[in-house]
């Protein structure tokens, strides 16, 4: 499988980046997008270092009107879009009784919003040019398990997990798949909090095989559920866990 069209969102860093780079390794062009130009540079430039394809397009996901535009370039650059991958995200620490209500709606803005627009945007263009596409969700093994600290950031991503069933039971009938993803802890700059909080061993313990995961691993999976050969896992949230979900 190779020569498709893949947007892939919060593409500077962590799993977006190794993402990036595993579908231009399989000859897939990539759009890489991110909030932050300088990493998403990096990591078109790394993509061309390896001879792969891929532009940038620098976009906010908690702004409809920026994930619009980006799903248009794609199109207007490549002329289709076959996978969009909504996988932008931040992180937080705080407690509902401390936590501020600002930062509060940002994580909904970027984890649940920026989702949503990426259905939206992708599933409205992929209608449109009558492209029977994918689209990947990232949710969180914290879209099903509580933990401490996480209000927002679990809000948004059990809120991933309904969209996506939604939208994959809406979209179907075009011959559009949605599915999500529900990683454990993966080693990326996003758990860098979670870490200096003093967390790491718990994080670890948490797969069966008791070390953090590769975002190299998450990247591979998220390529294999989108050839057609996958095309029977549709409107689920795929577990990418290591087992945390199994045996908590
Ligand atoms: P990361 O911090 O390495 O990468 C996230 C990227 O998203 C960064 O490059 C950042 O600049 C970008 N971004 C942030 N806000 C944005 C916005 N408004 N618009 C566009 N881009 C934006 O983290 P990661 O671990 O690679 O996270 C990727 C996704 O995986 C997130 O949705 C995260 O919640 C999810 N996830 C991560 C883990 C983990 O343990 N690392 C576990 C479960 C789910």
Do not use: C, W
Not at 136 to 165: D, H
Request: a negative charge; charged letters at 20%.
């Amino acid at each position: 499988m190779s020569g498709r069209v893949a947007v892939i969102t919060g593409a500077g860093s962590g799993i977006g980046r190794e993402t990036s780079l595993t579908f231009a390794r399989k000859g897939d062009s990539v759009v890489v997008t991110d909030i932050d130009e300088e990493k998403g540079l990096e990591t078109v430039e790394l993509i061309k270092q390896e001879g792969g394809d891929a532009v940038f397009a620098k976009t906010d996901v908690s702004k409809f009107e920026e994930v619009e535009s980006l799903v248009n370039q794609a199109v207007e650059i490549y002329g289709t879009i076959d996978v969009m991958f909504n996988n932008a995200g931040i992180g937080t620490l705080g407690h509902i009784l401390s936590l501020k209500i600002e930062d509060y709606l940002r994580v909904i803005d970027v984890n649940q919003h920026g989702v949503a627009y990426g259905v939206i945007a992708a599933g409205r263009k992929m209608r449109e040019l009558d492209i029977k596409g994918v689209i990947i969700n990232t949710a969180s093994v914290f879209g099903y398990l509580a933990s401490f600290g996480t209000f927002p950031y679990q809000a948004a991503k059990g809120a991933v997990r309904m969209m996506t069933q939604n939208a994959a039971l809406e979209l179907a009938q075009y011959g559009i798949r949605v599915v999500g993803i529900a990683p454990g802890s993966v080693d990326t700059p996003i758990i860098q909090a979670y870490k200096d909080a003093g967390m790491t061993q718990k994080m670890t313990e948490q797969q069966m095989r008791k070390k953090l995961i590769r975002p190299e691993a998450i990247a591979n999976a998220v390529y294999l559920l989108t050839l057609e050969e996958a095309d029977v896992i549709n409107g689920s949230v795929v577990m990418l866990d290591d087992g945390y979900a199994s045996f908590k």
